[in-house]
């Protein structure tokens, strides 16, 4: 039987400051009753100078260990998605090997904006597949409020901070047959990368890099972009939207995550959102949600699990996970 893995473990970190809309609407000229009605979201956690992207998905990818019962020395690689790392180099993600005495193997960050950990989750998957690790980490880990433009209302008001993380190991034969991560499907259009993108780098002179959005376009690409990735998963695997159990979509907007929850004609309890309370944290709100509703007795072992994801690039990609 070919080598597949098996989401063992999940964990998330969340900082500990919240911003609630009416807080935001001190300094920016917006409001809760605006903010709710257009996005769904109504506060969010900042971080603060010690709650870096490696510090954070420290936490997520420590938890994530946790609950798989796996330690650091289970850990072959680590796959960091961000769009906000600490540094240039080291990536992230050899930080957080560092943190976690993780003495083996190797690690990189990926950058594919919110669509990071479906990426990286499907980098990891390749890797287990082809043999060439047993365990690998994959955390999505941001820190958009220090990307923000607070002059731009249309955009300062939708991101917030966070990580998930989930542990990934080879199957093994005492592993039910039916578990494990059964597709990723990954794709990105580049010259849609105008409608949402960053206009500065740590390479680039006198720029500190401000998130820039055409959110109109944006929502238009994502609700189709992201039907066609689900029904691309379906397809894949020969199966039916009524065969899903969970849908734990990005979590940029409620109104996209209600539109792909009717395409797949699922009730809104079998839709995981936490948009409401986190915001967008970009690569981090899958890995996050997820955790969220595994952690509270939601989505239980057999369960097969819809996530996807669509952000600045564009990059999008689905991944379907018998838990
Ligand atoms: N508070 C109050 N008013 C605001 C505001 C804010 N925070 N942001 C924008 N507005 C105003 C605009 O100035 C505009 O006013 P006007 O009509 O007087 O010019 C009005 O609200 C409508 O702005 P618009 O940008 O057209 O709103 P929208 O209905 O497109 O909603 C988004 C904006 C961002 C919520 C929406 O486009 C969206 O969700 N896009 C997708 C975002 C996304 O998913 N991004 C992440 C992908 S990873």
């Known amino acids: 039987m070919p080598i597949r893995s098996i989401l063992a473990g999940c964990g998330g970190y969340l900082p500990e400051r919240i911003v609630t809309n009416e807080e935001l609407s001190r300094t920016v000229d917006t409001s809760d009753a605006w903010i709710q009605e257009r996005t769904g979201i109504r506060q ?50 050899l930080r957080v090997q560092a943190a976690l005495g993780v003495k083996q193997g190797f690690g990189f960050d990926l950058s594919a904006a919110c669509a990071g950990f479906i990426y990286a989750l499907s980098v990891a998957d390749g890797l287990i597949r082809a043999g060439q690790v047993r365990g690998a980490l994959v955390i999505g880990s941001e820190v958009y409020s220090r990307i923000l433009n607070w002059q731009d209302r ?17 199957a093994t034969a005492a592993d039910d047959d039916r578990r494990g991560v059964l597709s990723t499907h990954i794709h990105a ?46 397809a894949a695997n020969g199966l039916r939207h009524t065969d899903i159990d969970w849908l734990v ?72 996970v018998r838990l």
């Open 44 to 93: 969010r956690h900042f971080a603060a100078k010690h709650e870096t992207t490696a510090f954070m998905g420290t936490a997520a990818a420590a938890a994530a260990l946790a609950d798989a019962g796996a330690t650091a020395a289970d850990v072959d690689a680590i796959i960091l998605a961000t769009s906000t790392p600490d540094q240039a180099f080291p990536a992230s993600a």
């Open 189 to 234: 259009q580049g010259t849609l990368g105008d409608i949402l993108y960053v206009d500065g780098a740590v390479g680039q002179p006198d720029k500190p890099g401000h998130l820039v959005m055409h959110g109109r376009e944006v929502f238009r690409h994502a609700v189709t972009r992201l039907a066609e990735a689900v029904e691309e998963a379906l």
């Open 249 to 320: 979509p990005h979590q940029a907007n409620s109104r996209i995550i209600e539109a792909m929850g009717r395409k797949l004609g699922l009730p809104a309890d079998r839709v995981v959102v936490t948009v409401d309370r986190h915001a967008n944290t970009s690569a981090a709100s899958v890995p996050l949600a997820l955790a969220e509703a595994r952690g509270d007795g939601r989505i239980k072992p057999g369960d097969l699990v819809l996530l996807e994801a669509l952000g600045g690039g564009l990059a999008w990609g689905s991944a379907l």
């Open 154 to 170: 249309g955009t300062c008001v939708l991101f917030g901070d966070g990580a998930g993380a989930v542990f990934l190991r080879a």
